[in-house]
């Protein structure tokens, strides 16, 4: 499946319950990643031909229906029940295997570069590994100051930072590979930060003005 990012808006209150009890930001990501799925799932029953989508229903029932299955969603439903003391929650984006594109188009690096541009790679350490490190919290002065960052750049702009043959070499997760021409490859690269970028923009811009922090995650 690789390697899939996720961030949700919190607010101080919230922010401060997860440091207090940090095993509560791994059941706010197993929630999160649920409800993510389940819309994806739902987005994509809707874009199939009726015949197909009630094959597609059958074979979802056949897994929601097995032990392992049952099993998955009682420690998702107890996740649930533990983040009633959290209040209200905002929706999560997902950004899928795109974060890493994303943040080579914002500092032209792999790795951090010490900038609010760095936001994807960084923040503070809430909770246990999730296999790619911990989720991770920002308060609102650092989504306030990745907002800024985001909204200083465009699509056009990033997209024209972006070289196949460069990223490779850099080390770049989540790049097209396989058959095919590089320039193919570059597009598609390309295709992504156009539609990941303005969600993540625009979401960011969203929990800034609210006052927010954020919590991100990879796994």
Known sequence: MGMIFGLVGVTHDQAETLRADPVLANDLVTVAQEEGHDAHHKAFLERLPLEKRQQAEERRAAIENSPQHQEYRKLVDEARSKLSRLGALESALNLEKSWHILHYAFTGDVGPVGSPGDALLSGE???????????????????????????????????????????????????????????????????????????????????????????????
């Open 125 to 219: 350490g809430v909770g246990d590994d999730m296999g790619y490190g911990p989720p991770r919290l920002f308060d609102s002065k650092s989504t306030q100051a990745f907002a800024d960052f985001l909204a200083r750049h465009t699509v056009e702009e990033l997209n024209a930072r972006l070289n196949y043959s460069a990223m490779m070499a850099a080390g770049v997760y989540g790049l097209p590979m396989g058959q095919g021409l590089e320039a193919e490859f570059e597009e598609g690269i390309r295709r992504e930060v156009a539609s990941y970028f303005p969600q993540l923009r625009d979401y960011v811009a969203t929990m800034a003005s609210k006052g927010n922090g954020l919590l991100m995650w990879l796994t």
